[in-house]
């Protein structure tokens, strides 16, 4: 995996190192990030026209994309898990 230019990290390049640290110590979480880059592949193919789904299939794509990338990078940001503080909960 080349995490200089994985969909995950292209916002937070400086969280590269991070990533690729974080990938070779968990398994699950690399396959995760594995899976979330083989969705962000097909949204993208979906919306270049190269692959075709309803809008129904495409929205659920989306969503997918969106909170697959959210539980990664809160494991990326928080990775012993804690709250951040953030939120007030």
């Known amino acids: 995996m080349s995490t200089?230019?994985?969909?995950l990290?292209?916002?937070?390049?400086?969280?590269?190192?991070?990533?690729q640290d974080l990938c070779d110590d968990d398994p699950k979480y690399a396959?995760?990030?594995e899976e979330?880059?083989?969705?962000?592949?097909r949204l993208a193919a979906v919306h270049a026209g190269t692959e075709t789904?309803?809008?129904?299939?495409?929205?659920?794509?989306?969503?997918?994309c969106s909170a697959q990338q959210?539980?990664?990078v809160r494991k990326l940001t928080h990775p012993s898990g804690g709250c951040?503080?953030?939120c007030g909960g």
């Open 4 to 7: 200089a230019v994985h969909p």
């Open 9 to 19: 990290i292209k916002d937070v390049p400086d969280l590269a190192q991070d990533l």
């Open 31 to 33: 396959r995760q990030v």
């Open 36 to 41: 979330y880059q083989q969705l962000v592949t």
């Open 53 to 64: 789904l309803d809008a129904e299939s495409t929205q659920l794509l989306e969503q997918q």
């Open 70 to 72: 959210a539980i990664l």
């Open 84 to 86: 951040c503080g953030g």
